[in-house]
């Protein structure tokens, strides 16, 4: 008679990285070149259309380069984030490949606060003044859906059990580990 074991058995090693992970990191890497291509633009064109700048600043008067100083501050500003998350997001990438699991976590949060924010940014129209909750204009509204596809596939990938095996098992360490080494051979 056959009698369960009283704790359960340790699930198999994954021999290859699972096509989830792969998945991830491909959007992942999706992300990276998109920032890279469009995310100081971007924020450059966001800045200019919110009101968060203030262009009566810019009048030929003695101000002026006060003006100039503060959208150099912010210019900076921009590409030096933009700078820091494509770093994150290429760390990221690589380290989900990896198996750790501090990158599937930081990840998470990171394509959850995306999400999160994406959403926001519909239904407020982009726009901090007067229009927010306005209706989004259709163009906006796509362009963003199409965006927030690429965390929400990265989420749903790294949510998935052969996922979760992979950065339980820290990539292909446990294996490295597991091998012979290789007999001596003397120099001929």
Known sequence: MYTPPATPLPPDFL???PGTVTAAQVMLWLQFSFLICCGAGGGMTALFWSSALDLEDFELT???SE???D???VVTVVVAATIAAVILIGILAVKIG???RWAQVTTIVIMLLAFVFGFIGIYTGFEAGSQAGAPADGSRLIWTLLSL???LVTLL???TGSANQW???KGREPLKSMQPPLPFQPYR
Request: aromatic share 12%.
């Open 62 to 64: 003695r101000d002026f």
């Open 98 to 100: 990896a198996g750790r």
């Open 15 to 17: 021999h290859r990285k």
């Open 167 to 169: 950065f339980r098992q």
């Open 67 to 69: 003006g100039i100083e």
């Open 71 to 73: 959208l150099a501050a």
């Open 157 to 159: 990938c790294l949510f």
């Open 149 to 151: 596809t690429m965390p």
